[in-house]
């Protein structure tokens, strides 16, 4: 069963020629936060997500994606 948020941050920072640091200091949070949410260890606040979507200037389900559940039917 796989399941969870994933993201393109790392992707979008990388467009933008943009560290790790410098979007921590434009979403308020801490470099090792966004290194967190980068490597999937650690699900953003909704507001922090939108913060995030913000500065770069794209739709949320551009910066994450989720993935529910999978089940096995019987």
């Known amino acids: ?15 933008r ?6 979007l921590a200091d434009l979403i308020g949070v801490t470099r090792q936060t966004v290194i967190a949410i980068e490597l ?3 699900s953003p ?3 922090t997500a939108f913060r995030i979507a913000h500065v770069f ?8 994606r989720y993935t529910p559940p999978t089940t096995r039917r019987r």
């Not at 020629?17 to 410098?22: F, G, H, L, S, V």
């Not at 200037?57 to 910066?63: A, E, M």
């Open 57 to 64: 200037r794209v739709p949320l389900d551009q910066v994450f």
């Open 45 to 47: 606040s909704l507001e």
């Open 17 to 22: 020629a943009m560290t790790q640091q410098d």
């Open 1 to 15: 069963m796989t399941t969870g948020i994933s993201n393109t941050i790392r992707e979008l920072r990388a467009e």
């Open 40 to 42: 999937d260890k650690y």
